[in-house]
């Protein structure tokens, strides 16, 4: 039987002539410099990609902070990046003391039982990170080799808030530790080397305003070389940091680099580099604790509590259960923006990497979710929300206006 082309498909017909904003849990709106990188294919190998992921290393040495060499680039999501991870230091005898705050610590989980590890699990007690006190008592207990955590759990909008004290811990045992910056790299600080983290895993759609589906991960040059050694087969071609080092620090073929995907990472991280991380952390901050007042403000109320809050993904208890995939929907089709639901929680989630992480988008994200509950019945201070904005923006702009002035 012979297949006919199907007649008059175009994208147009499908996506908005106004690009949806995107004010969920990523991905996240790209700057135009990394939506025009990503436009481009030039060749996977060669001298003009050897110079595109040497400085593109450069720069990512400044993003997470580690004088280490070991970092790669995955095509794939953030989740490869997590099993390349996971399945270079866990095979069958290896124990690994996972830190469960949700769904994505919990994915360590599987991975490490994937590859045949035994997995001992930690849960917070109620809406808490967890704690370096229960993480000690872990630690006494039993050896592990490998140690996994979230720094910000994005599922429930948790921060632990522990971490340097954690892996710090971890280190005094012998236990390497694998850490995932997914939605928080250049968000808030973590300074792989000063901490002594052995493994980073981030991906591009969050935080670093890159584009889905490239991920990275960053291996301390000690931690590297352990894996270099060892003996156990590697369950995964694509995802072997042995081989996956040929590309990224020689140059040679692995697999036909996601090139679009590199460039874009070069352009984002480029984008960060001139920022500077201190001014980006600022700025994230800011933006987070604006939305965080005005949502209050208008009458809702925050999920998680302020000392262990994600400033990066804000989770939002629902009120009066309205149905968050209707309330999503309105507002798609009435303001051209987008937020989160969850994974079984009952909340909403705002996103606040990267570009998401802008006074305008903010604003938008307000009225939206403002409009949004009030066609749900839910009558929230919408004006008094966004008069309070407006007065932080003002105060924001001013000072931004004149801080280089002398007093
Ligand atoms: C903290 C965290 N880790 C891992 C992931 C998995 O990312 P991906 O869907 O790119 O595999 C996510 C995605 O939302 C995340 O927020």
Redesign the pocket.
């Known amino acids: 039987m012979k297949i006919a082309p199907p007649s008059e498909i175009k994208l147009t017909q499908i996506l908005p002539s106004v690009p949806i904003l995107l004010m969920g849990?990523?991905p996240v709106p790209v700057p135009k410099e990394v939506a025009a990188a990503n436009s481009l294919v030039v060749s996977h190998l060669g001298e003009t990609m050897k110079q595109i992921v040497s400085r593109l290393q450069i720069m990512a040495q400044y993003v997470f902070q580690t004088s280490s060499q070991k970092i790669f680039g995955i095509a794939g999501?953030?989740?490869?990046a997590?099993e390349m991870a996971v399945t270079s230091l866990l095979w069958p005898g290896k124990k690994v003391l996972v830190l469960n705050l949700g769904t994505?610590s919990a994915?360590f989980s599987e991975l490490a039982k994937g590859v045949g590890a035994e997995v001992t699990e930690i849960f917070p007690d109620g809406h808490n990170p967890i704690w370096a006190l229960d993480v000690k008592r872990a630690l006494e207990q039993n050896h592990y080799d490998v140690l996994t955590l979230?720094q910000?759990?994005?599922?429930c909008g948790i921060k632990n808030i522990e971490l340097e004290k954690i892996v710090r811990l971890a280190k005094t045992y012998g236990v390497k530790t694998i850490v995932?910056a997914?939605?928080t790299l250049s968000t808030m600080p973590l300074p792989m080397d000063e901490w002594e983290i052995d493994i980073v895993v981030v991906?591009g759609?969050?935080g670093l305003s890159a584009i889905?589906g490239f991920?990275m991960v960053a291996f301390s040059e000690e931690t590297f070389e352990y894996v270099s050694k060892r003996e156990a087969l590697m369950p995964h071609w694509c995802l072997d940091p042995r081989r996956a080092h040929r590309f990224w620090s020689m140059g040679e073929y692995h697999y036909t680099a996601p090139v679009p995907g590199v460039l874009a990472m070069h352009e984002a991280l480029r984008l960060i580099c001139n920022e500077t991380l201190e001014k980006r952390f600022e700025r994230h901050l800011f933006c987070s604790t604006t939305l965080q007042k005005c949502l209050q403000v208008m009458g809702l109320e925050l999920y998680t509590p302020e000392k262990f809050r994600l400033n990066s993904?804000l989770a939002i208890k629902n009120p009066n259960k309205v149905v968050t995939k209707d309330l999503i929907y309105y507002m798609i089709k009435q303001h051209g923006l987008e937020i989160s639901g969850a994974f079984g929680l009952d909340i909403i989630r705002i996103g606040q990497m990267g570009e998401q992480c802008r006074l305008e988008n903010i604003r938008r994200a307000l009225v939206a979710v403002g409009a949004g509950y009030n066609h749900f019945g839910v009558h929230l201070n919408v004006e008094e929300a966004v008069s309070e904005f407006d007065l932080i923006a003002e105060r924001h702009s001013a000072l931004t206006l004149f801080a280089h002035l002398p007093l």
Request: net charge neutral.
């Open positions: 849990s990523g999501p953030s989740s490869a997590m994505f994915r979230v910000g759990e994005t599922s995932d997914v939605c991906g759609q969050k889905p991920a993904v």
